[in-house]
């Protein structure tokens, strides 16, 4: 009589409380069947094929025990390794979405308190953002406040040059302000990745610039990318307006692959000592030529662009150009879209 659905599953979830609930425990056993079950076969191969060569069976015990314990090795690293490789996936998610659904509770002992301690950690992180998001927009609210009415007082006094001054002086702090509270927000917010028209985007500022009077060019051209759209233009947006600040204008290339877009935005401005071309790419970082409150900003553009580069899987690398300028190279991996 065959074995019914019902009862097949019942015997397996006997079987299954057979087995211990240890990674140890699991390990022992494997390896306890294993010698058991490659003993029973190089005996029964040893009498059945050569009863009276004694040295012949012993070697053949050796090698099926060898291969035996070689075998149970290899499926045991994987059985173990495959929680680990499981929680690598989900932390290399998270780091794209925090949003992200939390991990299933499953395995062993071990497996499910890793997994508890993983979600918790991605609990109390989602609440430090949703307390960080509170208090910018607190922030936000406190400061520009007083800033309108300073800049309706302005507005007010009668010497045309001291009205001047201090609009620039209030452009500035707001400004300063913008860039603090966008890099403390976190600049990318949690956008789904959609496809992206990166060559209309680039062409897009492009032209925005040439209107503005600074020279800026694309050269090459690329075919749609998944990222998030606001946060890859405001990237793109910092590297080309950093460009124009320092190089008075901007050329850029669009380097496309199979597996990645490369964008480069090259200026012929003074460039940057190579000591610090990682270190510009820190938070409020400015080499001591750009400390002026006119052209030097703050030091959160490039670490925007860097951070943004980041949460879509690519680079951010400065380089000096030869013959002068510097080159900011990001680099973006290709997700479900390939290349034209």
Not at 88 to 102: E, K, S, V, Y
Not at 202 to 213: E, I, L, R
Not at 290 to 309: V, Y
């Amino acid at each position: 009589m065959g074995v019914t659905p019902t009862r097949w599953q019942a015997l397996s979830a006997r079987a299954a409380r057979l087995v211990p609930d240890t990674l140890f425990g699991r390990l022992a056993l494997l390896l306890f069947v294993t010698a058991l079950v490659s003993h029973v076969l190089a005996l029964a191969l040893e009498f059945e094929l050569h009863p009276h060569r004694p040295l012949f069976g012993l070697l053949l015990d050796i090698g099926v025990r060898v291969a035996a314990l070689w075998l149970a090795a290899w499926v045991g690293a994987r059985w173990l390794s495959q929680p680990v490789r499981r929680l690598a996936a989900a932390a290399r998610a998270l780091g794209r979405d925090i949003h992200r659904t939390p991990l299933a509770e499953a395995g062993t002992i071990e497996c499910r308190e890793a997994t508890r301690v993983f979600n918790g950690m991605q609990a109390q992180i989602r609440r430090q953002i949703d307390e960080r998001d509170r208090f910018v927009a607190a922030v936000s609210h406190d400061l520009r406040t007083p800033l309108t009415r300073l800049r309706l007082r302005v507005e007010a006094l009668q010497d045309a040059a001291e009205r001047q001054r201090f609009g620039r002086d209030i452009a500035e702090m707001e400004a300063m302000l913008r860039a603090t509270l966008d890099h403390l927000r976190g600049a990318a917010e949690a956008e789904a990745l959609v496809p992206l028209d990166v060559m209309a985007l680039v062409t897009s500022m492009a032209d925005d610039q040439q209107d503005a009077g600074h020279p800026v060019t694309v050269v090459g051209h690329c075919a749609p990318l998944q990222a998030q759209p606001s946060a890859l233009r405001r990237c793109i947006s910092n590297l080309v307006e950093n460009a124009v600040r320092y190089g008075g204008g901007a050329e850029i290339h669009l380097i496309d692959a199979p597996q990645r877009l490369r964008v480069e935005v090259a200026d012929r401005g003074p460039g940057l000592p190579e000591a610090e071309l990682e270190q510009v790419l820190a938070p409020f970082y400015r080499v001591e030529s750009s400390r002026n409150r006119h052209s030097g900003g703050i030091g959160l553009g490039l670490s925007i662009a860097h951070d943004i580069a980041r949460r879509h899987g690519g680079t951010l690398v400065l380089r000096n150009r030869m013959g002068g300028g510097l080159v900011a190279a990001l680099e973006l991996p290709r997700g479900t879209l390939g290349a034209a």
